[in-house]
């Protein structure tokens, strides 16, 4: 269903149309919130009172862009007021939050959240040897130093760690993690 649909359903008061809505952007919202907060409970927050507000005022909102640009715009003016009115130091870098959120900035978040969701989904013993050997740049000897394992087991496991993710992800996404991870 497309970003329309859910928005005349979500006027229409359907919960259901929220939910698909909340599926579909929560996470990706939460990282880029997450970019100027120091808390994920706090960016967590935000981003459910984004959603809340939404709904609350659904009637009265006009999309003029896109659904997923008002999302993005009404979360970084949330995030803005918060800080204001708590005078909190829990935020960081709002001096660079752009005023208009752009659509490449939008899909890199989608891009992190996809792979995140992705990776959270390996066992605990995968995901540790693909975080070190991605995002670490750690070898494989010494992965299996750190994690006293074998180096072969490391070979296995990152091999099927690999062939999750290319099962798990949009294949450009896919392309991206290992450009990603060579770059790193």
């Known amino acids: 269903m497309d970003d329309q649909n859910i928005w005349d359903k979500i006027v229409d008061g359907d919960v259901a149309a929220l939910k698909i809505l909340h599926l579909k952007y929560y996470y990706p919202m939460r990282l880029w ?14 981003v459910s009172d ?31 007021s918060h800080a204001r009115k708590t005078k909190d130091i829990a935020f960081v870098g709002l001096e660079n939050m752009p005023d208009i959120i752009d659509e490449s900035e939008m899909r890199n978040q989608e891009y992190y959240a996809e792979l995140y969701l992705a990776i959270q989904k390996l066992p605990e013993q995968r995901r540790k040897i693909l975080e070190l050997a991605a995002f670490d740049s750690l070898t494989y000897k010494e992965i299996a130093d750190r994690l006293e394992i074998s180096v072969n087991t490391v070979k296995t496991q990152m091999g099927r760690a690999y062939q999750f993710l290319k099962e798990e992800l949009d294949p450009n996404n896919f392309v991206l993690f290992q450009l990603l991870v060579k770059s790193a």
């Open 33 to 46: 919130a997450g970019k100027y907060t120091r808390s994920n409970a706090l960016a967590e927050e935000l």
């Open 50 to 80: 984004c959603f809340i507000k939404l709904w609350e005022r659904r009637k009265f909102i006009i999309i003029e862009k896109s659904l997923k640009s008002y999302l993005y715009l009404m979360l970084r003016n949330i995030i803005v």
